[in-house]
């Protein structure tokens, strides 16, 4: 039922990040747009090098895969390709790599990794079945899977010795992590009976102008560091007396957080 009685909140993103250029695109500029996002999300180069360049969506090291795995993915797709007419599990996994990118490659973003997230499990199944069949042949096949596990060892280690290290100094800018700390700070500050004023200037860094109710722009962090009930907030939004976009009056006492340009 909200569905139906919300469809334009509902297809408004999609409107967002759809491919089009123009008010109403040709139909083979959308193909063309399509076709050449779509081969992105087989290239080696995003797969095991390079990923997303996003911080957002990736470490910023190796691809969305890791290396290891590629030997056991190009087994897994030589067993889909000879068994596919045999095995209908494996026709479902065939489909799940052809289609997994279709919704990522309708979009204006090439390699976005949040996009195609779904591909991952096809991948892995993929890599899977080319392990059970490299474990089967005795020799060098046994000897390729136990080679890529160790490689995993320490691939896996040092990817996660990135991502709870280095990862979270460089991703900060990303991850606008200045404002969101000065907005933590400043609800310690005021208390739970002022009101926090938030200057538009606050958010010109980033090149954002708010509304009044702070969407898309951390208005998840000012319900979480204002401690706003999420029963008020469902029924009436962010309470004005808590938090309220600064317009040159002052209706409570409270504090007003601000940005000067030369930051």
């Known amino acids: ?16 990040v759809w491919i089009k250029t123009a008010e109403h695109p040709r139909v083979g500029l959308i193909a063309s747009n399509f076709l050449s996002r779509y081969p992105d999300y087989f290239s080696p180069a995003f797969l095991f090098f390079k990923g997303d360049q996003n911080l957002r969506q990736h470490t910023g090291h190796g691809g969305e895969l890791f290396v290891f795995l590629a030997p056991l993915i190009l087994a897994g797709l030589y067993c889909l390709a000879r068994f596919v007419r045999s095995r209908p599990c494996y026709r479902f996994i065939g489909l ?31 890599a899977a079945i080319g392990a059970d069949f490299l474990w089967r042949r005795r020799g060098m096949g046994r000897t390729i899977l136990l080679a890529a596990c160790c490689a995993g060892v320490f691939e896996t280690g040092w990817y996660l010795r990135d991502y709870f290290g280095p990862y979270q100094l460089r991703s900060r800018s990303e991850f606008q992590a200045n404002i969101i700390v000065a907005l ?22 980033f090149n954002m102008i708010p ?25 009436s939004g962010i309470p004005r007396d808590r938090v309220l976009l600064y317009d040159g009056s002052i209706t409570n006492p409270g504090l007003l957080l601000r940005c000067t340009m030369s930051i």
């Not at 039922?1 to 967002?16: C, E, G, M, S, V």
């Not at 933590?184 to 860094?205: E, H, M, W």
């Not at 998840?220 to 401690?227: K, T």
């Open 211 to 235: 509304g009044a109710d702070f969407k898309p722009y951390f208005y998840i962090h000012l319900l979480f560091f204002g401690r706003i009930d999420p029963l008020t907030y469902q029924h």
């Open 1 to 16: 039922p909200i569905l139906f009685h919300n469809q334009a909140a509902f297809t408004k993103r999609f409107q967002d």
């Open 96 to 126: 799940g790599l052809v289609v997994y990118p279709l919704a990522a490659a309708l979009t204006p973003d090439r390699m976005h990794s949040g996009r195609c997230v779904q591909g991952v499990v096809f991948w892995l199944l993929t």
């Open 184 to 205: 933590q700070d400043c609800f310690r500050a005021v208390g739970d009976n002022k009101t926090l004023y938030i200057s538009a200037s606050t958010f010109s860094p």
